[in-house]
């Protein structure tokens, strides 16, 4: 590709609204434009970037035995109702309504329309396993869309849908594409982790995340240096303290500790550890015909709730923060000063699994001002409910068993699904198997957020100068950068004649012929992170030489002419 | 490619909402299917096909130095409304609204996007011209979805916008697209024409529409067989008659003609061929604070109004078909006996350029179950407004005077336009030029209906067996036929090898593993439309053959097992 025949534009600055680096160097690399909140139009520069994930996402999908299609961006209502979806998923799922008032949603996935597919036309035990993709459109009119692509409403999303016979089956097609997903990513050059999410509630057996690392990303990964165990925060277990509980030694005392309601500064007002407290959270869970039931959950003080694992207690399924108005009335205080000694109405006490090893320990007295310590189980209150209640954190024991945990950052970029029959129930999505009886098929679904990958890309892979794409996906492997190319002769020949070898042997290279002056061309191509630069100038050629740098490289490297085309293609291959 | 691992679902029977024939074969073979009314699923053998045809556009576009990028399918009612469009465009723009209550288009087309876009990224004339494209999923809310792909809601175009300094350059950069246009439809290997198409609303001094070629085509294209004039019939000129007007040789004399109100009746009844006698057509244009003002066209008997044409004469271009009363009340009688001479009340005739030519002619006379004959200009009526206002029809001399008129069938699948500042003058889309003076661009557009192309390969490719693919867009080149692969060893290592020879050498080639019966098998395959057939077997394979087969040939032909792969290829390439 000739510069003069592309179209370049970037920007000195960037817009005041992008917050995030991707966001801000995508704008300023001309890559995309806003054309609406949430709603970009992709730029030749960022649509060449979408279309080498796009291509290397095919290419691996197509190798696992997936078959592409390309499902519709409107789709009819019905087949929304007839898995809820359309009541459940409230104003993310963008409708529209048609000419004749017809209702219809503008696809978020496609589980729907591809259960409808697969119904119709698969009858036969003898026709699956079968994977079905597709690379397509997709709106998720969000509320608060932002950081570019990384929310944006609008996007282009990999999403593939398997259908087995049985759950064996579902489980195999489940490791292809978790199989699948490595080499993916791996192709992408981005390091990565998958790690095991949560089901959520559609439950079933497995799920796992696709995360690019990145120092500003949104989740918290989970992982054992020593082992393979790695989970998203959410579903990563805390196992309890190996060592047992130690005997009470102190006596239980109410405390003055006025105006200090965290456990922060009562473990300071008191001179303890943070780690000798216990934070008292109290929840509510909504009852028919009834008041709202109080529940009291217990951490340690330096710990934090996980909501997701709170959601899995027994009775706390649909749980929400109590109000205050319930916690004065269950607890005779305001939040600060409660615990689990004294409350003025009984509560439901779980303890996490740490608290519950605790003796001696600190809490509110459920009076103002006053904390109780030398707190025990069994002595001073009863023997609590015990439960992983809260996130893991960095050294805590893995529950491999085989190291203590790690935590990093990152991006979720793919999300591989065990749904099992959560949607061939509702749709009736059966096949008749061997003795000719129908059954309910297993499925799963595998997503790839293609725009996404470029955003959490960056947020990976930048300086101070701009984006440093990985070889694979970006826009352009290597720049030729002619210093002069419209007025000498020399200079214009060689980049020619290297232009032509690099494009004869397949490498995807960009020649720079705007006649810009060589800073403006510099910082563009570092702002816009193509990997690989060939400069070709009069004073380097009188001395038959060519300066090659990697983006990443702290300086040029001079190379002969005649070798500067094997040494780009062993650097681009490196 | 393995048939194992695709997904091949054809059926014996269309669907009994299918009408055409492109329409039943798609169903039939299985490359679309129906999810809503004019909404499409594209099943994998389908998406190929869409695949090959984009790709061909894509090469051909970048070739012709246009540039792709990526614009949303909702886009903001902001941009519409700039335009007038949001408000003009009525039902057929698919409108939504968001969560916040934001109004939204989803694309039809993308003037207004590429517009906006252009506006504020191109400042100077050293930008110009600049040329964007993509290739994206659109929808029309058609009010009769119907004929498949061929006018379906949700559908794939390419659509390119062209952004110039001037008339001059627009001109050029159109003239450029022109030639992308005709390597495309050459290279799909279809039979098509480029015909003249008239410019509606719009004005501008050109636009051309690319028709396949096809007996079951809904448009008209006139052509010279002699000449390089072609134009769609709206917008052909049929030329004065060549002849002066004969002197009148019959005096005018009202005739009973009793419940003949059809000129042909008339003509039959009297005796007198067809074009002899005058139709008259009576339109009506409303006015503000007065009655409608009514007008007289007079065609000859067998001779069609051209409506675009009528359109275009001055006075004439909001107008409507008169209803009965505005009839009775101005020729004192109903339709089927109306005529120039003797109307109630004054109305204004424009007469085609052949009925101007005419003496002698029979028209209505104004009063029930009576015409004239014997009539003649300048003598019984004034010398009439003289227009262009009828469809040619074959045999009519050429407007370039080269030969006269053949008429074919067309399928319209790609436009091109001059725009012209119609866009940019709204939108304010303007460039410095290099007296740094702000100038409104001149645009074109240029588009294809991508998965029309399909539907309109279909009708110009067909036999009682199915679909035949013109080699560049089939789903597969070519397709291995094995008889009992998995039975007999020789057959299954001989297909190998085949597979592998063309696959290596770049073949889109595929594997019929299934385990069908032959019959099976080729009903497949020629219903599917693969150009391109080898069947292997063993009685073939005992004196070394295997069978060849193109899909028109009308029998195989037997070649020797070393030469297939290059047999093949040749065929290919043919």
Redesign the interface.
């Known amino acids: 590709m000739r510069a003069s ?3 370049i ?1 970037t920007l000195k600055e960037a817009p005041s609204d992008a917050e995030i680096i991707s966001h801000k160097l995508m704008m300023r690399a001309g890559m995309i ?1 806003r ?2 909140s949430g ?6 520069m960022g ?1 060449r970037i ?1 279309r080498k994930v796009e291509n290397i996402i095919r290419e691996e999908m197509n190798r696992a ?1 997936a ?10 209502a019905e087949l929304w109702q007839e898995t809820g979806r359309w009541d459940k998923m409230g ?1 993310e799922l ?3 309504k ?2 004749h008032g017809r209702d ?1 949603a ?1 696809q978020p996935t496609s589980e729907e ?1 591809i259960t ?2 697969v119904r ?2 698969v009858k036969s035990y003898r026709q699956l396993p ?1 994977n ?1 993709y597709h690379i ?2 997709k ?1 998720r ?1 969000e ?1 608060r869309p932002r950081f570019g692509l990384m929310r944006g ?2 996007f282009t999303m990999k999403d593939a849908y398997s259908f087995d016979r049985d759950a064996a089956g579902m489980q195999q097609s489940y490791q292809i594409m978790y199989d699948a997903y490595v080499r993916i990513f791996d192709r992408f050059g981005l390091q990565f982790r998958a790690v095991a999410a949560d089901n959520g509630a559609i439950g079933g057996s497995g799920s796992h995340e696709f995360h690019v690392i990145a120092d500003t990303g949104e989740d918290a990964l989970v992982y054992c240096p020593d082992s393979d165990y790695a989970a998203n925060i959410e579903a990563a277990e805390a196992v309890a303290p190996s060592a047992p509980r130690a005997a009470a030694a102190q006596a239980l005392t109410k405390t003055p500790t006025p105006g200090k309601a965290k456990c922060e500064d009562v473990a300071k007002l008191l001179g303890l550890p943070l780690s000798q407290t216990v934070k008292s959270i109290v929840l509510a869970v909504d009852r028919e015909d009834a008041d709202a039931e109080v529940w009291l959950l217990m951490l340690r003080g330096d710990h934090d709730l996980n909501e997701v694992k709170a959601s899995k207690i027994p009775g706390l399924g649909a749980y929400r923060f109590a109000t205050e108005a319930e916690i004065v009335e269950h607890f005779g205080t305001r939040p600060g000063y409660l615990g689990p000694i004294g409350t003025k109405k009984p509560v439901k006490v779980v303890a996490d699994r740490t608290v519950a090893a605790m003796s001696d320990f600190v809490c509110g007295a459920n009076e103002e001002d006053f904390h109780y310590i030398g707190a025990n189980w069994g002595r001073d209150l009863p023997e609590p409910v015990v439960a992983d209640l809260r996130n893991v954190v960095a050294g805590d024991a893995s529950p491999d068993g085989k190291g203590v945990l790690a935590i990093q950052r990152g991006i979720e970029v793919g999300h591989v699904f065990q749904l099992g029959t959560r949607y061939s129930e509702d749709m009736k999505a059966t096949y008749l198997d061997e003795s000719g009886k129908p059954q309910l098929m297993q499925m799963g679904c595998y997503g790839i957020g293609v725009t996404r990958i470029l955003g959490a890309a960056i947020e990976q892979n930048f300086d101070d100068k701009g984006i440093i794409w990985p070889t694979a996906i970006a826009p352009f492997e290597v720049v030729l950068c002619p210093m002069g190319y419209d007025r000498s002769e020399a200079v214009k020949a060689e980049t020619d004649k290297l232009y032509a070898a690099l494009q004869a042997s397949g490498v995807d290279v960009i020649l720079d012929d705007r006649g810009e002056r060589p800073g403006v061309m510099f910082a563009d191509w570092e702002l816009i992170g193509v990997p690989h630069r060939v400069v070709i100038g009069e004073r380097g050629l009188k001395e038959g030489k060519l300066e090659y740098q990697g983006r990443r490289d702290p300086a040029a490297t001079a190379v002969a002419v005649a070798d500067m085309a094997d040494f780009v293609k062993a650097r681009i291959a490196a």
Chains 1, 2 share one sequence.
């Open positions: 025949r592309f179209f534009s434009k054309l609406g709603i970009y139009t992709y730029m030749p649509l979408i035995g078959v592409e299609l390309l499902m519709p961006v409107v789709q009819p104003p963008m409708r529209v048609d000419r219809y503008i329309v409808d597919v119709t036309e079968i079905f397509q459109t709106f009119d509320r409403r609008e």
